[in-house]
């Protein structure tokens, strides 16, 4: 630290200080291979995120820049009509998030065994052919993603596995879709199902696909729009947004 630096944090202003802790913070993520985001990204004081993240205090699930991803993507599409589905639930985390955002009053079918991940297969195994999940891993209880959504009456639980539980909604036509499953086969269990059923210019979002612990996800994807028009836009969240034609 140089020594203007530190004299700043030891005589000058609470505003200067936070300056030179912001620039430290900076140049400490930078080294260690971190992104630190810019103060003057407006993002996080949009109204419908910052009320939000009020309600979602305490609940665990992705972190807030995925769920404003999911907010700004369902305000894009605020005139299409259709439903919206989740494939992994958790705590509602969200789900919340969606729900508070969304310019339209539509059903939220969200799915989930509750019971944690399923088998991984061959295709989650990274390039060493290591697994970074086993069965069971992130298991919640089904009792308190109700809670955590309790307020709102257009929300359908469909419990079990996919694509078992998906027969239920076999009438239905979809805005957006939110693959959030971490393993290969259900994912591309989804995209089977759900791709014909998403509206034209509706979207289909994978949390997962820009992790490397998700190898399967990437896949399931990666193969599944290799075969049709659509691309994939890969964010730097870790997400990725296939636009339906």
């Not at 993507?73 to 009509?81: A, D, M, T, V, Y």
């Not at 944690?116 to 069971?136: C, F, H, I, Q």
């Not at 257009?154 to 879709?177: E, K, M, Q």
């Not at 693959?179 to 989804?190: F, M, Q, S």
Request: proline share 4%.
């Amino acid at each position: 630290m140089k020594l203007r630096d530190m004299m700043t944090l030891a005589f000058g202003s609470e505003q200067n200080k936070r300056v030179v802790w912001k620039r430290q913070l900076k140049r400490a993520a930078l080294r260690y291979g971190f992104y630190h985001y810019t103060a003057h990204m407006v993002w996080k004081d949009q109204p419908f995120f910052a009320s939000a993240r009020e309600r979602a205090n305490g609940i665990a699930g992705i972190p807030d820049p995925r769920c404003f991803v999911l907010q700004s993507c369902l305000r894009s599409i605020g005139g299409l009509e259709g439903d919206v589905a989740e494939c992994g639930v958790r705590q509602g985390r969200s789900a919340l998030f969606m729900l508070t955002a969304d310019l339209r009053k539509r059903d939220y079918h969200l799915f989930d065994s509750f019971a944690g991940l399923s088998e991984p297969s061959l295709e989650d195994r990274n390039g060493k052919g290591d697994l970074s999940w086993a069965a069971g891993d992130l298991r919640t209880d089904e009792a308190v993603a109700r809670k955590h959504l309790a307020d709102f009456d257009n929300v359908r639980f469909h419990v079990g596995w996919i694509p078992d539980t998906l027969s239920a909604v076999a009438d239905r036509s979809f805005a957006l879709v939110h693959i959030d499953v971490d393993l290969y086969e259900p994912t591309r269990d989804a995209l089977d199902f759900f791709y014909g059923r998403t509206k034209q210019g509706g979207l289909i979002v994978c949390d997962d696909y820009g992790s490397a612990k998700c190898p399967g996800a990437r896949k399931a994807f990666d193969e599944f729009f290799a075969e049709r028009p659509e691309g994939v836009i890969e964010i730097p969240t870790g997400q990725a947004i296939v636009v339906k034609q």
